[in-house]
């Protein structure tokens, strides 16, 4: 049989990420964040590799992450005003989740799939605080391609990256609605 739920197919078609910079405090406490994390975990994961693991960044580790952007944009060259707004995305978040993609060895699982298996993850993390009625957007930025940056502030391996910063917070304002895709553009039905 068949199992519907209408509540959750209403909440999937109506979901909307909440800007970050508009996510403030109260936060999750760590039993509440537990219950997410436990929820994303849940994503599939061909051959039980779990190829991602959490770090949780809490606003003294975010502080101090928004004091190493400035001078690494500069020595890499990043223009003023992405080293800004990356500052800015650190600085003002009260809470925030790295998802980082940690590939394990495998004959049978190829990497492509392990690293779909860590966006299925920061997917269903971002969706799980969402249906919690927390406000929560998924973001990356510059800095997470940064693999000096990566290894030395969060202590990532060298074959580990980050699938994204899902911050999470209680939302200030209401997103607006944003444009979404025509379907008829993107949908090719075949028929045999």
């Given at each position: 049989?068949?199992?519907?739920?209408?509540?959750?197919?209403?909440f999937?078609?109506?979901?909307r990420?909440?800007?970050?910079?508009?996510?403030?405090?109260?936060?999750?406490?760590?039993?509440a964040?537990?219950?997410?994390?436990?929820?994303?975990?849940?994503?599939?994961?061909?051959?039980?590799?779990?190829?991602?693991?959490?770090?949780?960044?809490?606003?003294?580790?975010?502080?101090?992450?928004?004091?190493?952007?400035?001078?690494?944009?500069?020595?890499?060259?990043?223009?003023?005003?992405?080293i800004?707004?990356?500052?800015?995305q650190?600085?003002?978040?009260?809470?925030?989740v790295?998802?980082?993609?940690s590939?394990?060895?495998?004959?049978?699982?190829?990497?492509?799939?392990?690293?779909?298996?860590?966006?299925?993850?920061?997917?269903?993390?971002l969706?799980?605080?969402?249906?919690?009625g927390?406000?929560a957007?998924?973001?990356s930025?510059?800095?997470?391609?940064?693999?000096?940056?990566?290894?030395?502030?969060?202590?990532?391996?060298?074959?580990?990256?980050?699938a994204?910063?899902?911050?999470?917070?209680?939302?200030?304002s209401a997103?607006?609605?944003?444009?979404?895709?025509d379907?008829?553009?993107?949908?090719?039905?075949?028929?045999?």
């Open positions: 049989m068949t199992r519907h739920d209408p509540a959750t197919v209403a999937l078609k109506s979901r990420s909440r800007p970050a910079k508009t996510l403030t405090a109260p936060v999750p406490d760590r039993a964040l537990s219950d997410l994390l436990t929820i994303a975990a849940r994503s599939p994961d061909h051959g039980k590799l779990e190829p991602w693991r959490f770090l949780v960044l809490e606003k003294p580790a975010l502080t101090r992450l928004s004091g190493t952007v400035g001078p690494r944009g500069a020595e890499l060259g990043i223009a003023p005003e992405k800004e707004k990356l500052v800015a650190f600085a003002n978040a009260d809470l925030a790295t998802v980082v993609a590939p394990k060895p495998s004959d049978k699982i190829p990497e492509i799939e392990q690293t779909l298996s860590a966006g299925a993850v920061a997917m269903q993390l969706n799980a605080a969402l249906a919690s927390w406000g957007n998924w973001l930025g510059w800095i997470s391609h940064d693999r000096d940056w990566r290894e030395k502030e969060l202590g990532l391996m060298p074959h580990e990256w980050i994204g910063f899902i911050h999470i917070g209680t939302e200030t997103p607006p609605e944003r444009p979404r895709p379907m008829d553009s993107i949908v090719e039905w075949i028929e045999a």
